[in-house]
């Protein structure tokens, strides 16, 4: 069946302005948080008069359960496991088309049909209203809207009022695609500078703490020469602070210049425990045009760990640099400051073990002195590989 062609400003019958922009507002929050699509599938099945609606996620083969969310009302589950989509009759529709049971088969045929007797009717499930969204990427998604047999089959009135949904259920999933990306990348960059062990805080406009990743969050945790108080960044010692912070306000007072002007100084932060100071280094963020107003990002305060200490998988030490696990060991003690005598018993290896070990890292990996070990490792991707 063709798809209906909604005319600008059509009333649809069922769905006033209220009604509308309450659902077309859970569907855009869904797109921000994947918990709200439940909330939003159950608001469709009620304004449907559904038993279920669901949306398939991902169908799933082989041992792979897929993903599909559903609206069940409060009176109904859903078995755990996912129906076998592909026997389902609407499995594979060209994108956005949108039908029911007698759009693709006959009654008779449907109530034959194994997904029927299996699937369906154990839950009720006998008029169904179908669609698959394709989204930019090409992901396929398939909203599925039933109701038992003692219902109402769904009608023009029902047909036209899921056709205007669709559009923004189609954006809303596309939204998600995009949010969804940017968290995973964004999580992906926090987790890579947390195993270079260099934290990060992101500052607002006021210079307050709007997000700090995982080695930043260690740091604070030490209480050794920097905290957060009052939501703002400070560092144990008053001279310190004022230094720390009257940085950070010519950062801020940076931001909204051209990127030419905007500072990238550092400081060093006294500890107490009279370990290596801490490294700071402050930088103004880009303003984005989009994000006036209060708490958008403006600055970003790097602190370096001098004093942590490296442990990266054996595994991926070998890899990079063909060497034994003994040698591995080895230089990775090496990378962390120790002198070989050190590390040899550290390792509870004998020196001459130890000095024969380092003879064969010098010849796997083209260096000719320790120092130069050292700085082969610090620079390399080994240190990406490290255990949480």
């Known amino acids: 069946m063709a798809r209906a062609n909604m005319a600008p400003g059509a009333v649809v019958p069922g769905l006033d302005g209220a009604r509308l922009a309450d659902l077309l507002g859970q569907v855009y929050e869904a797109a921000l948080e994947p918990s709200a699509w439940v909330t939003c599938l159950e608001s469709i099945r009620n304004q449907f008069a559904a038993n279920y609606v669901s949306l398939i996620v991902r169908p799933g083969s082989g041992d792979d359960l897929g993903l599909i969310v559903s609206a069940a009302g409060e009176s109904r589950t859903l078995d755990p496991h996912n129906p076998p989509l592909t026997l389902s009759p609407f499995s594979g529709l060209a994108p956005d088309r949108l039908v029911t049971v007698d759009d693709v088969l006959t009654m008779t045929d449907w109530r034959a049909s194994t997904y029927y007797h299996d699937w369906c009717e154990p839950h009720g499930v006998f008029h169904v209203m179908a669609v698959d969204l394709q989204t930019r990427d090409g992901g396929v998604y398939g909203l599925r809207i039933t109701r038992d047999e003692a219902s109402p089959a769904f009608s023009a009135d029902d047909r036209a009022r899921c056709e205007l949904l669709l559009p923004h259920l189609r954006r809303a999933l596309n939204l998600h695609l995009s949010v969804n990306q940017d968290r995973k990348v964004n999580l992906l960059y926090s987790e890579a500078m947390a195993h270079l062990m260099v934290g990060v805080i992101v500052l607002d406009e006021q210079g307050r703490v709007l997000e700090s990743n995982a080695m930043s969050k260690s740091i604070i945790a030490m209480a050794d020469g920097l905290r957060i108080s009052d939501n703002q960044l400070e560092a144990t010692y008053g001279a310190d602070n004022r230094k720390l912070q009257r940085l950070v306000r010519e950062v801020l007072d940076s931001a909204g210049k051209p990127s030419r002007l905007r500072p990238v100084d550092a400081i060093s932060v006294s500890r107490p425990s009279g370990k290596v100071s801490w490294g700071l280094v402050v930088q103004a963020m880009a303003p984005d045009q989009w994000t006036e107003g209060k708490h958008r ?82 620079n390399s991707v080994v240190l990406l590989g490290t255990n949480d």
Do not use: C, W, Y
């Open 297 to 378: 990002p403006s600055a970003a305060v790097f602190v370096r760990d001098t004093d942590s200490k490296t442990s990266p998988p054996l595994r991926v030490a070998q890899e990079l640099f063909q060497l034994t696990a003994a040698e591995s060991m080895l230089a990775i003690q090496l990378a962390n400051g120790l002198s070989l005598e050190e590390a040899a018993e550290a390792l509870n290896i004998r020196r001459n073990t130890a000095r024969a070990h380092l003879r064969s890292i010098f010849s796997k990996t083209g260096v000719r002195r320790q120092t130069e070990l050292v700085r082969l490792f610090l």
